[in-house]
């Protein structure tokens, strides 16, 4: 399956239905919030659809015209917040970086990624055995691809000499734990700033797979704000490292 999909596939398009207008569109959105941060709250099995129009301050009839049952709705939440995080080392055939560099930049969306949906993303753990089989069996294949990813990127970064680390699978299996659970202990109000947060778990990552950020491009660095991460004799070390690659090279 690709990762590409945007849409649920708890809510297919209908045959002959005209598109939403952009008041449709938003009122959806609407619902999907208020109903994402109550399933945060109150979890999936302690929300009801009565919760989320009293917190929408609508009655049953607005939030049935979109969406079926709060299993649509949070189906519909945990397959976006699942297509952002698990595409993030998703890169063009013609991208010819080394390993290492896109490594790292993927590492870096995605850390970025579960931390903008750690809601939503709490949703695919927390009611799995609710989900319909075939929900499940798509998730698990976004699941699967993504380790498929990283597994290769890894295993082509240390055949590079860039990477230094013992069991790919452990390892994988280890970072995708650190990240993909912080929905249970990350809180964006807490003592670190979320872009922070982001650039120390990411440099965290690096560290379980011997990358050095001395080792990429200075806009890499700079765009994830590894700079300020470095010790003064890593800094130094750096220069040559980034002599070696293009400095017209972007990473957007």
Request: charged share 25%.
């Amino acid at each position: 399956m690709s990762a590409t999909r945007t849409a649920s596939p708890a809510t297919p398009p209908a045959a002959g239905k005209p598109a939403e207008t952009q008041a449709c569109i938003d009122k959806r959105e609407r619902i999907l919030a208020v109903a994402e941060d109550l399933f945060y709250r109150y979890e999936f099995s302690g929300t009801t659809m009565d919760m989320i129009c009293a917190e929408l301050g609508v009655t049953k009839p607005f939030v049935y015209y979109y969406f079926r049952d709060k299993h649509q709705i949070a189906e519909t939440l945990a397959w976006r917040a699942s297509v952002a995080c698990l595409s993030t080392l998703k890169f063009a055939a013609d991208d010819r970086r080394p390993a290492h560099v896109k490594l790292a930049e993927g590492l870096h969306r995605w850390v970025a990624a579960c931390v903008t949906h750690f809601r939503a993303s709490a949703l695919a753990f927390r009611v799995t055995a609710t989900l319909r089989p075939e929900f499940r069996d798509e998730l698990h294949d976004l699941a699967n691809g993504f380790y498929a990813d990283l597994g290769a990127l890894m295993e082509e970064g240390r055949r590079q000499g860039k990477l230094s680390f013992d069991d790919a699978t452990v390892t994988a299996k280890a970072m995708g734990g650190a990240v993909g659970f912080i929905y249970t202990w990350y809180r964006p109000e807490g003592r670190l700033p979320p872009d922070e947060f982001v650039d120390r778990l990411t440099v965290t990552l690096f560290r379980m797979i011997g990358l050095r950020p001395s080792a990429l491009p200075a806009p890499l660095r700079k765009k994830t704000k590894l700079q300020r991460r470095l010790t003064p004799e890593s800094s130094a070390s750096s220069e040559t490292a980034v002599a070696k690659t293009n400095p017209q090279r972007t990473l957007e």
